[in-house]
C-alpha cells in the first residue's frame, strides 16, 4: 500500500502563478482533507470532502479551490498564488466506511511563493 | 483564542525519563482526540486515537482525556532518543476530517 500520496515534494511559483498541489490515496478512505502547517501556527484546515462529489470549505479557505471528482483523488488548487501561501501542505484521508477511523498523511508539499 | 492549545517547548528529558505532554480545548463539542508524531520534514504519523473520557494504553504510550476539564495527556514511558519529534494533539466533533490541532510540542530525548 502506497498510503497518500502528493505531489509536487517542492515547489516555487512567482506572485499570481497558479497550480495543482496533487493528493491520491488507494487505501478506500471516504473522507479526504487539506491542511496547511505554518510555524507556531500547527495544522490548519484548507478544505475537505467525506466523498466523491462532495466538498467543503474548511477555516482556512480563501485562495484554494478543490474538486473530488474519484475517491481516490482530492487535488488542491491555487488560484493565483501569493506570499502569504508560503506553507506546507498536507493531504490526509480516513475511513474506509467500515467503522474504521485510520487517519493517514501525506509526506507534504513545500510550497515557496516569491 | 485557539481552540486546542499546546505548549510549543522543546521539552527535554534523558534517555529512559517519562515524557509528559498536554494540551487543553476549549471547544465542549470535541468527542474524538488524537495524538500525532511528526519528524522534522515528515508528515504527521497517529500515535493514539480516543473517543470520550478515559485512558487508553499502546506499549509505551498512554494517552488521557478528562472531558469535565477540556484537558489531553500522552505518557511516554521509557523514552528513546528516537521518541525525538514534535507531538501534536489533536480533536474532532465527530470522527470524520475536520481536526483541530494544537501547535505542536517539540521534544528532544538526550542519549
Known amino acids: 500500500n502506497a498510503g497518500v500520496t502528493q505531489t509536487p515534494k517542492f515547489q516555487v511559483l512567482k506572485t499570481g502563478q497558479s497550480m495543482t498541489l496533487q493528493c491520491a490515496q488507494d487505501m478506500n478512505h471516504e473522507y479526504m482533507s487539506w491542511y496547511r502547517q505554518d510555524p507556531g501556527m500547527g495544522l490548519r484546515l484548507i478544505h475537505y470532502s467525506v466523498g466523491a462529489g462532495i466538498t467543503d470549505q474548511g477555516e482556512v479557505p480563501n485562495g484554494y479551490n478543490v474538486s473530488r471528482s474519484t475517491t481516490e483523488d482530492f487535488p488542491l488548487r491555487l488560484l493565483s498564488a501569493a506570499p502569504s501561501q508560503t506553507s506546507v501542505y498536507f493531504c490526509a484521508s480516513s475511513y474506509d466506511g467500515q467503522g474504521t477511523y485510520g487517519y493517514t498523511f501525506g509526506s507534504g508539499t513545500r510550497l515557496t511563493v516569491v | ?111
Open chain 2, 1 to 111: 483564542q485557539k481552540e486546542v492549545e499546546q505548549d510549543p517547548g522543546p521539552l527535554s528529558v534523558p534517555e529512559g525519563a517519562i515524557v509528559s505532554l498536554n494540551c487543553t480545548y476549549s471547544n465542549s463539542a470535541f468527542q474524538y482526540f488524537m495524538w500525532y508524531r511528526q519528524y522534522s520534514r515528515k508528515g504527521p504519523e497517529l500515535l493514539m486515537y480516543t473517543y470520550s473520557s478515559g485512558n487508553k494504553e499502546d506499549g509505551r504510550f498512554t494517552a488521557q482525556v478528562d472531558k469535565s476539564s477540556k484537558y489531553i495527556s500522552l505518557f511516554i514511558r521509557d523514552s528513546q532518543p528516537s521518541d525525538s519529534a514534535t507531538y501534536l494533539c489533536a480533536s474532532d466533533k465527530a470522527a470524520g476530517n475536520k481536526l483541530t490541532f494544537g501547535g505542536g510540542t517539540r521534544v528532544l530525548v538526550k542519549p
